[in-house]
């Protein structure tokens, strides 16, 4: 539909994790995560509750830190920049304009209460990218008929639907022109019949070629859009395989036992 929602060709993969390790108050919660994600690739996160999904998307974020092993994005380490030989951890300032590049949609949608719909999407452009206002107010009126809310423009959260509070979300992260979509549980916090909607708009930019990684209970969704399905289980990628493979010939043991549950 639209060429500037396709990342460029790097020949570098999107995401690549390498023993990630990351602990809380001696807590491992992260126990040596293996991952890549090519460019252009939609990778699903399956797992219970407690195994870590959250917080190694967090990590990929750079929301935290990791304790060790290695993650890079879009070939850059995460948290760090190198000169010749040397890593230099990356100031406030620097954090924050990769993590720019990075979009991210929680289960919760944490619109400003106080903006409509078209204000929330257009604010992060002109406050961190210094866009114009005609610009991003342009844009996000863009985005927001994008993800079919053309009709609510100035609608404020509390009067729109969980679904279309998400849309919303959707359209805030998209306005920064991401290379990379992240996604914790979106359609969790939503009743039933709008979860549809959000799905929808997720397998559009899927279709566009977005990179995206997709925390996610829907299972059917997965099947469909992914290019891969990771399950995560007690801080490690137990198996990451096709759809197919994965929902119909899970591998380990851990993978059965969890899917005969969720499906
Ligand atoms: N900031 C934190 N401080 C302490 N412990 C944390 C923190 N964040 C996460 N944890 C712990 O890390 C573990 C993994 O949490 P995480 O939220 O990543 O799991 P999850 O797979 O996303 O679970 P869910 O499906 O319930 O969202 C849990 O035991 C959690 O209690
Ligand atoms: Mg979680």
Do not use: W
Request: aromatic share 6%; glycine share 8%; proline share 4%.
């Amino acid at each position: 539909m639209n060429e500037h929602f396709t990342a460029p060709a790097l020949d570098v993969p999107a995401i690549t994790a390498r023993q990630v390790l990351k602990s809380f108050k001696g807590q491992e919660v992260l126990r040596g995560v293996d991952m890549t994600v090519e460019q252009g690739e939609v990778a699903c996160l399956i797992g219970p509750s407690g195994s870590g999904k959250s917080t190694f998307l967090r990590c990929v974020n750079h929301l935290e830190k990791i304790d060790g092993g290695a993650l890079y994005v879009d070939g850059e380490m995460v948290g760090y920049r190198r000169v010749g030989n040397r890593l230099h951890e990356l100031k406030d300032a620097e954090v924050s304009a990769r993590r720019a590049r990075i979009g991210m949609v929680f289960q919760r949608f944490n619109l400003f209460g106080h903006m409509t719909a078209l204000q929330n999407v257009a604010e992060a452009p002109m406050q961190v990218k210094g866009e114009s206002r005609e610009m991003a107010f342009e844009r996000a009126r863009e985005l927001l008929v994008r993800v079919g809310l053309g009709h609510r423009l100035e609608a404020y959260p509390s009067q729109l639907s969980g679904g279309q509070q998400q849309r919303v979300a959707i359209a805030r992260a998209l306005a920064m022109k991401p290379r990379l979509m992240l996604f914790d549980e979106p359609t969790s916090a939503l009743d039933p019949e709008l979860v549809g909607e959000v799905l929808d708009v997720m397998r559009d930019l899927a279709s566009e070629g977005m990179t995206m990684l997709i925390v996610t209970h829907e299972m059917h969704f997965a099947r469909e859009v992914a290019s891969k399905v990771a399950f995560m289980d007690q801080g490690a990628i137990v198996e990451c395989t096709s759809p197919a493979q994965l929902f119909e010939q899970p591998r380990h043991p851990r993978t059965r036992e969890f899917l005969s549950k969720v499906i």
